[in-house]
């Protein structure tokens, strides 16, 4: 007969229980006992054997100990939950959360955490080569021996004039010297050269050619020769001779120089138009 722990199916047996076990088999003759709950006791008439429903409580069935793996499993989930309270701690000390910017409560992804070098601006304070007369944007010129500054306030930028010799109010030359943002070198010179030449008569404009400048601070300079004959307001005509050169700096900046002679001068005097150049140069 199987062992059971709780009460069998049905209603239980009407006698009391006896003293050591669970009841006494009930009384009756040979065959099953009623309910079909066991074997009747052998003997007949209440000689049936103790223990219709099997033997009296024993001990429980023997339970197998915790591995020792088990309680690793949970020390080692108590350490973590130690730890993790104390991450929250340092946070809130730290003052970490809600009350930090986005930018830094997100980590900086791997790769970016490279600092650019902050943009560089334009140093226009005058140093040892700005000598002269100064243009803008820390851009000076020297003028050659001889030059004099135009009298006439409405040209922009600098205008200097080469007064004709023993002949006062009338002029060999002109160096002007102005500065845009609104164009590059090229188109700067190319646009002068328009300018100039459109006083003039029989205009002959040579090609735009790039100079070859030694300042690392001149990231582009473009230079155009023109002559023309220019018709004074007497009807007189005067045959000249010059040129544009536009130098650009690393910020966009243009300094243009716009520079003319007399053709009957120009052989011995562009050396000073040069020279003046050359001092623009030094400037950048």
Same mark, same amino acid.
């Not at 099953?32 to 009296?56: E, F, I, L, S, V």
């Not at 109010?169 to 070198?185: C, K």
């Not at 090229?186 to 002068?192: C, D, G, I, P, V």
């Given at each position: 007969?199987?062992?059971?722990?709780?009460? $069998?199916?049905?209603?239980?047996?009407?006698?009391?229980p /006896?003293?050591?076990?669970?009841? &006494?088999?009930?009384?009756?003759?040979?065959?099953t006992? $009623?309910? =079909?709950?066991g074997?009747?006791? /052998?003997?007949?008439? =209440?000689?049936?054997?103790?223990?219709?429903?099997g033997?009296g409580p024993?001990?429980?069935?023997?339970?197998?100990p915790?591995?020792?793996?088990?309680?690793w499993?949970?020390?080692?989930?108590?350490?973590?939950?130690?730890?993790? *309270?104390?991450t929250?701690?340092?946070?809130?000390?730290?003052?970490?959360g809600?009350?930090?910017?986005?930018?830094?409560?997100?980590?900086?992804?791997?790769?970016t955490?490279?600092?650019?070098?902050?943009?560089?601006?334009? @140093?226009?304070?005058? =140093?040892?080569?700005?000598?002269?007369?100064?243009?803008?944007?820390?851009?000076?010129?020297?003028?050659?021996? =001889?030059?004099?500054? %135009?009298p006439?306030?409405?040209?922009?930028?600098?205008?200097w004039?080469l007064?004709?010799f @023993?002949?006062r109010?009338?002029?060999?030359?002109?160096?002007w010297?102005?500065?845009?943002?609104?164009?590059?070198?090229?188109s700067f010179?190319?646009?002068?050269?328009?300018?100039? %030449?459109?006083?003039?008569?029989?205009?002959?404009?040579?090609?735009?050619?790039?100079? %070859?400048?030694? @300042?690392?601070?001149i990231?582009?300079c473009?230079?155009?020769q023109?002559n023309g +004959?220019?018709? &004074?307001?007497t009807?007189?005509?005067? /045959?000249?001779?010059?040129?544009?050169? /536009?130098y650009?700096?690393?910020?966009?900046?243009?300094?243009? +120089?716009d520079?003319?002679?007399?053709? #009957?001068?120009?052989?011995? #005097?562009?050396?000073?138009?040069?020279?003046? @150049?050359?001092? *623009?140069?030094?400037?950048?």
């Amino acid at each position: 007969m199987s062992q059971q722990y709780g009460p $069998p199916p049905g209603p239980p047996p009407a006698p009391a229980p /006896a003293p050591g076990g669970w009841g &006494t088999a009930p009384q009756g003759g040979p065959g099953t006992a $009623p309910g =079909g709950w066991g074997p009747a006791g /052998a003997g007949g008439a =209440g000689g049936g054997r103790p223990g219709g429903w099997g033997p009296g409580p024993q001990r429980p069935p023997h339970q197998r100990p915790k591995s020792n793996k088990t309680a690793w499993i949970i020390m080692a989930g108590a350490i973590v939950a130690v730890l993790l *309270v104390a991450t929250g701690v340092v946070l809130l000390v730290n003052g970490g959360g809600k009350d930090k910017p986005v930018s830094q409560q997100t980590p900086d992804p791997v790769g970016t955490l490279f600092t650019p070098s902050p943009t560089p601006t334009p @140093n226009d304070s005058k =140093g040892p080569n700005d000598v002269g007369v100064e243009v803008g944007w820390g851009i000076w010129f020297t003028p050659a021996k =001889g030059w004099l500054k %135009s009298p006439d306030k409405t040209y922009a930028g600098q205008n200097w004039i080469l007064q004709q010799f @023993n002949a006062r109010g009338l002029i060999d030359g002109y160096y002007w010297v102005r500065q845009t943002e609104l164009y590059d070198a090229k188109s700067f010179a190319e646009h002068l050269v328009d300018i100039e %030449s459109a006083s003039y008569q029989g205009v002959k404009i040579g090609k735009t050619v790039a100079c %070859s400048i030694p @300042n690392p601070n001149i990231t582009a300079c473009y230079a155009v020769q023109y002559n023309g +004959t220019y018709v &004074t307001k007497t009807g007189a005509k005067i /045959a000249m001779k010059g040129f544009v050169t /536009a130098y650009q700096d690393k910020f966009k900046r243009v300094t243009a +120089t716009d520079a003319a002679l007399e053709a #009957r001068v120009y052989a011995r #005097r562009v050396n000073e138009l040069i020279y003046m @150049n050359n001092s *623009v140069v030094k400037s950048f």
